[in-house]
């Protein structure tokens, strides 16, 4: 079994630690003061996310400077956005898969910022895309005049090449075409070359073997156009090559598709798939949220967590709410309350919560993607571009800076950082299975997270795989379980505390527990595990 990172420490302790608010509920540390993590990945464009040689675009040295914020947030992964070169802004279409984009920085550059986060308890993941490479790509350059030569055996063979059309193809000449599942720009790779599969060795070796944690593999639904059991195959040979190299080696996928497409994936072995069923503003959770009903959420929810965990024990669900290729989350809710409970919702669900670069102040985005892209507002004063063609109404955008939002008791930024000290206290959370909590009010969403013993849990929180316990042997019943709830309606809500539960955080000053019962205002959470007495 793999080997994960971070401390556990019993429950007992955790709310001894924990000072008493207002509420009734315990107030948990700083997330900067606490050695556990408990998941929470943030995803960064890293043009837009900081500059720090003043040419208005971010880069690898610029997020290292904001390594204190990231980690005063609680985050323990970082997904970088592509950071190779390329011809594009976004870099998804790879130059060179060995070299780092000079508008980023260096590799020493991203090497130091490696070793910086790391010394924060925090990882890098990077964007690994391998479904096609860029035209400009010296493979393809090569491929390309081997195969107008007739010479197919090549690096013609890194990629698909016919005298008829492979799917989705770009037309070259009279009667010669390769496979462009994308653009023209993107050629699609040949994933079964066990020459192509020899330099993904090669590259995944390079980088793990730095200090990555681990990938996030981009369109693998298209690897064989779409053809799931061959992209399952090679996914499994993919995730067992980078466990042969980094035995606790990450890696999530980008199949974006509905569950039924999306779960039968998690037999390849992957850590976690992105669930696109929970995300964007038809998801089932903002539904929820808009409705003010939670019964078809948990429905999903029973249905599809006990399904990926049979496919793999150890599946992590990638719960988001948005991400670069969707309008920003900001933009789903008619309030900011709504917005707030749509955080501790999927922050707090079992699995590996992403929240989106500037997701935290509210920043908005739709149409294009360059507009789901644009610069983090650090202060009043940031200087960053933009992507080219951004067309999204400035009076839209949120005013707001992150100086602002911090300095605001109740911003959403401080909101999301209560959420996710609370989710680092019981780190146990990202491997708890989802069970429906009894509840005959539609307005309230009630579940019990409880520890699979199958699961591995973690060892420390820079990534030395000291330890091979699992859940069980890490946790004993009363800090391996929490009963969360979610007020979703317009009015107050009274529900029964579970019995030997207490309230350790209240998302609502005014939620209180009297006489056995849980009194949540609207759009409220509360979160409760087993008294450390033992009453």
Same mark, same amino acid.
């Given at each position: ?132 490479? &860029? ?6 350059? +090569? @491929?390309?005049?081997?195969?107008? $030569?007739?010479? =197919?055996?090549? !690096?013609? /063979? ?120 929970? &995300? ?6 903002? +539904? @929820?949220?808009?409705?003010?009903? $939670?019964?078809? =959420?948990?429905? !999903?929810? /029973? ?233």
């Amino acid at each position: 079994m793999k080997k994960l990172a971070g401390v556990l420490f019993a429950l007992s302790l955790a709310l001894a630690g924990c000072q008493l608010g207002a509420s009734g509920g315990a107030v948990p540390p700083d997330s900067a003061e606490i050695s556990t993590r408990s998941g929470v990945t943030y995803e960064i464009y890293v043009a837009s996310f900081h500059d720090s040689d003043g040419d208005q675009v971010g880069d690898l040295n610029g997020i290292k400077e904001k390594l204190p914020y990231l980690q005063k947030l609680g985050v323990e992964y970082l997904w970088l956005m592509p950071i190779h070169p390329s011809h594009s802004y976004h870099k998804y279409d790879v130059d060179d898969y060995m070299k780092i984009d000079p508008a980023y920085g260096t590799m020493d550059d991203f090497r130091a910022l490696i070793r910086a986060a790391k010394a924060k308890g925090i990882k890098i993941i990077m964007d690994m895309v391998i479904n096609h490479s &860029s035209s400009n790509h010296p493979w393809f350059k +090569k @491929a390309l005049a081997e195969a107008k $030569a007739g010479k =197919l055996d090549g !690096y013609a /063979s890194y990629y698909n090449f016919g005298e008829k059309p492979i799917r989705k193809s770009t037309k070259i000449g009279s009667n010669l075409y390769y496979e462009s599942a994308f653009t023209e720009n993107m050629p699609d790779l040949n994933l079964d070359n066990p020459k192509v599969r020899e330099e993904l060795t090669k590259i995944a070796k390079f980088y793990l073997n730095m200090g990555v944690a681990g990938f996030r593999l981009d369109a693998a639904l298209h690897y064989f156009g779409t053809n799931n059991q061959a992209n399952i195959e090679f996914l499994k040979w993919y995730t067992q090559m980078c466990r042969s190299i980094k035995p606790d080696a990450y890696l999530v996928a980008e199949v974006w598709a509905g569950k039924s497409t999306v779960a039968p994936y998690y037999a390849s072995g992957l850590d976690s798939l992105f669930n696109f069923d929970l &995300s964007d503003g038809g998801g089932e959770i903002v +539904k @929820a949220v808009n409705k003010g009903d $939670a019964t078809n =959420l948990v429905k !999903y929810l /029973s249905q599809y967590e006990p399904e990926i965990r049979k496919l793999n024990p150890q599946a992590l669900d990638a719960i988001y709410l948005s991400n670069h290729d969707q309008g920003r989350s900001a933009g789903f809710f008619p309030n900011l309350e709504k917005n707030k409970l749509a955080e501790a919702i999927y922050l707090w669900l079992p699995g590996r919560p992403y929240i989106y670069y500037g997701e935290e102040v509210g920043l908005k985005g739709s149409g294009r993607d360059e507009n789901k892209r644009t610069f983090m507002p650090w202060d009043k004063s940031t200087k960053v571009k933009n992507p080219e063609n951004t067309d999204y109404d400035p009076k839209k955008q949120v005013t707001t800076t992150v100086a602002q939002a911090q300095a605001d008791k109740d911003s959403l930024y401080n909101y999301i950082s209560q959420l996710v000290a609370v989710r680092n206290e019981f780190p146990f959370l990202q491997y708890a299975d989802f069970k429906a909590w009894k509840n005959d009010n539609p307005a309230v969403m009630a579940y019990r997270a409880v520890a699979d013993p199958k699961a591995q849990l973690s060892t420390d929180s820079t990534g030395s795989p000291d330890s091979q316990k699992t859940a069980a042997d890490n946790l004993n019943a009363k800090t391996s379980e929490a009963v969360i709830f979610h007020n979703l309606g317009k009015e107050p809500q009274e529900v029964a505390l579970p019995k030997g539960y207490q309230l350790v955080k209240a998302m609502n000053k005014d939620d209180t527990v009297k006489d056995g019962k849980l009194h949540l205002e609207p759009l409220s959470s509360a979160f409760t595990v087993p008294d450390s007495t033992g009453k």
